[in-house]
Every structure is written in structure tokens, then in C-alpha cells.
């Protein structure tokens, strides 16, 4: 059984920085693809990045330059470096597993139904 356990969130002021992590157990991160989302009250959940068993990543348009997804082997933990961080990124953030698959497919690494496993969240607040 995968589980997900996601710690970092808490509150920043605008253009601070936090570190989520994503301790996971039952599978090895580094044999699949691995993803953050977040997702604000009333808006859809969204992909922030991701990275696979290469550790090649992928970021949204929207954090480029200010998101690093990392991930720790030997912790078999998943990373997302925040910087410069703004009001309007205020959200749950959750990491997620896509199990089985090693690469994260072009065009839906950023969709939510593409991945099969999911921690429970942890909250990011950016006031201005």
C-alpha cells in the first residue's frame, strides 16, 4: 500500500519561502513519476510540477523560476522548494504518485487524474 504523507505548509508573507516535503512509503519515488498540486477553495486542482525516474521535471507556466521539485532518494522523499511567493498561490498543496508509469507524460503530467495515489495535503497561506 502507498502511502503520502506531505509536511512544510504554513504561513509566509508575500515573496517568502517554504519547502514542502512528501514522505512516501510502499513504493520507490524514484521508479515513477512523482507530482505537486495544490488547489485553492472553490477552484479545480491543479499541477505545479513534476519529475520522473530520470529526474527530468516539468513546472506549470505560472511557478517557473520560483518551484524546484527534488526529490531525496534515499529518504524516498519528494520536495517542492517555494520561493517568491504570492497571495493568489494560497491553496492546499498535495503531492501525488502515478505508480507504475516511470515517465510523466507530456501532456498530462498537470492532470489530477492522471495519478493513482495521494497524500492528504498541507496547507499554504501567503498573505500580502
Known amino acids: 500500500q502507498v502511502q503520502l504523507v506531505e509536511s512544510g505548509g504554513g504561513s509566509v508573507q508575500a515573496g517568502g519561502s517554504l519547502r514542502l516535503s512528501c514522505v512516501v512509503s510502499?513504493?520507490?519515488?524514484?521508479?515513477?513519476?512523482m507530482g505537486w498540486f495544490r488547489q485553492a477553495p472553490g477552484k479545480e486542482r491543479e499541477g505545479v510540477a513534476a519529475?520522473?525516474?530520470?529526474?527530468?521535471?516539468r513546472d506549470a507556466a505560472s511557478v517557473k523560476g520560483r518551484f524546484t521539485i527534488s526529490q531525496g532518494n534515499a529518504e524516498n522523499t519528494l520536495y517542492l522548494e517555494m520561493n517568491s511567493l504570492k497571495p493568489e498561490e494560497t491553496a492546499t498543496y498535495y503531492c501525488?504518485?502515478?505508480?507504475?508509469?516511470?515517465?510523466?507524460?507530456?501532456?498530462?503530467?498537470?492532470?489530477?487524474?492522471?495519478?493513482?495515489?495521494w497524500g492528504q495535503g498541507t496547507q499554504v497561506t501567503v498573505s500580502s
Open positions: 501525488a504518485a502515478n505508480v507504475g508509469l516511470t515517465y510523466c507524460r507530456t501532456f498530462y503530467w498537470s492532470r489530477a487524474d492522471d495519478y493513482n495515489s
Open positions: 510502499g513504493y520507490i519515488i524514484s521508479k515513477t513519476c
Open positions: 519529475i520522473d525516474s530520470n529526474a527530468n521535471t
